[in-house]
């Protein structure tokens, strides 16, 4: 218990979110352009830097950063959540032995779990923020009309029945396997290279940051095309507000996809997902070790002084 409540499991989960905050403010507009080209089938393919120029000349300036805030708030508390059970549970599965890949994969699975659980409907609201206003090529998509962040909880709440800020859970919960590879290999690299010298260097982060994120992100990534999809739940197949993410409609989803466009369908949009996800996870790691590792020498230099 005293792990799970532990003051090195907070600054871990602090580290994680003030990380993964700070990368995603610098790499937003390249998720913006991913979200655009899996929701919208009916935008040409192209490359990252197109669809931005696009999205700018038609919506103005600042709308490759439109939903930013509820972003950033989602990503906060869901990184949050997801560092503070992956250290907690690992220092107490772990307690001072060594890890070992299976045990990161499982760690990394339970946290993923966890973090769905609870953060879930802050995902289904900021997907809808992000793509409030955006000029769609699909006529079936129907438009959404929020506030803000309260306004997007109450109207869904009001209008769709409070199970639909769980949109998108089932293919969620697959995806716990895109973190628990990441930090799988994360771990493995980073102790390959502790292995032959004492301490990473801030390229080294950067580098297995970005290896271990596009790893995961390829092999996942049909699946979240379908979450991103279920998430805005504003299609017309779905012209009930019916609770989207069971097998059936995945199933029919992916179908769909590859009917239109064949198996390059399921992964429109990759290349902004991996410019923004490979980019931001290197930088998130980074600035999570940098701080995880000040925090700590403060404490260290601290703790003596407490006897």
């Given at each position: 218990?005293?792990?799970?409540?532990?003051?090195?499991?907070?600054?871990?989960?602090?580290?994680?979110?003030?990380?993964?905050?700070?990368?995603?403010t610098?790499?937003?507009?390249?998720?913006?352009?991913?979200?655009?080209?899996?929701?919208?089938?009916?935008r040409?393919?192209?490359?990252?830097?197109?669809v931005?120029?696009?999205?700018?000349?038609?919506?103005?300036?600042?709308?490759?950063?439109?939903?930013?805030?509820?972003?950033?708030?989602?990503?906060?508390?869901?990184?949050?959540?997801?560092?503070?059970?992956?250290?907690?549970?690992?220092?107490?599965?772990?307690?001072?032995?060594h890890?070992?890949?299976?045990?990161?994969?499982?760690?990394?699975?339970?946290?993923?779990?966890?973090?769905?659980?609870?953060?879930?409907p802050?995902?289904?609201v900021?997907?809808?923020?992000?793509?409030q206003?955006?000029?769609?090529?699909?006529?079936?998509?129907?438009?959404?009309?929020?506030?803000?962040?309260?306004?997007?909880?109450?109207?869904?709440?009001?209008?769709?029945?409070?199970?639909?800020?769980?949109?998108?859970?089932?293919?969620?919960?697959?995806?716990?396997?895109?973190?628990a590879?990441?930090?799988?290999?994360?771990?493995?690299l980073?102790?390959?290279?502790?292995?032959?010298?004492?301490?990473?260097?801030?390229?080294?982060?950067?580098?297995?940051?970005a290896?271990?994120?596009?790893?995961?992100?390829?092999?996942?990534?049909?699946?979240?095309?379908v979450?991103?999809?279920?998430?805005?739940?504003?299609?017309?197949?779905n012209?009930?507000?019916?609770?989207?993410?069971?097998?059936?409609?995945?199933?029919?989803?992916?179908q769909?996809?590859i009917?239109?466009?064949?198996?390059?369908?399921?992964?429109?949009?990759?290349?902004?997902?991996?410019?923004?996800?490979?980019?931001?996870?290197?930088?998130?790691?980074?600035?999570?070790?940098?701080?995880?590792?000040?925090?700590?020498?403060?404490?260290r230099?601290?703790?003596?002084?407490?006897?």
């Open positions: 218990m005293a792990g799970v409540l532990s003051y090195e499991s907070l600054v871990h989960a602090v580290a994680g979110a003030v990380g993964s905050m700070t990368a995603m610098v790499f937003f507009p390249l998720d913006t352009a991913r979200l655009r080209l899996q929701v919208d089938e009916k040409k393919s192209k490359r990252t830097h197109a931005l120029l696009e999205i700018i000349k038609e919506e103005g300036l600042l709308a490759p950063y439109r939903g930013w805030f509820p972003v950033i708030s989602s990503l906060c508390c869901s990184n949050f959540v997801y560092f503070y059970t992956f250290n907690s549970l690992k220092a107490v599965w772990v307690k001072g032995h890890s070992t890949t299976g045990k990161d994969l499982t760690l990394g699975v339970v946290a993923g779990v966890v973090n769905v659980l609870l953060t879930t802050l995902w289904v900021n997907t809808r923020l992000k793509l206003g955006a000029k769609f090529r699909n006529e079936d998509i129907i438009p959404t009309y929020y506030k803000g962040i309260v306004d997007a909880f109450h109207q869904i709440i009001r209008h769709e029945g409070i199970l639909a800020l769980w949109n998108g859970t089932f293919p969620s919960l697959l995806l716990v396997f895109n973190p590879i990441q930090f799988m290999f994360y771990e493995g980073k102790r390959k290279i502790l292995k032959k010298q004492m301490q990473l260097s801030s390229l080294d982060v950067f580098v297995i940051g290896i271990a994120k596009a790893i995961a992100t390829t092999l996942t990534y049909p699946m979240q095309t979450q991103s999809i279920l998430r805005f739940g504003h299609h017309r197949l012209p009930e507000n019916k609770r989207l993410g069971g097998l059936k409609n995945i199933l029919y989803l992916l769909q996809r009917k239109r466009f064949g198996l390059v369908g399921l992964y429109k949009g990759l290349e902004a997902k991996l410019l923004q996800t490979v980019l931001t996870a290197a930088l998130m790691f980074l600035v999570y070790e940098k701080i995880a590792a000040a925090t700590f020498t403060v404490m230099l601290k703790r003596p002084l407490k006897h």
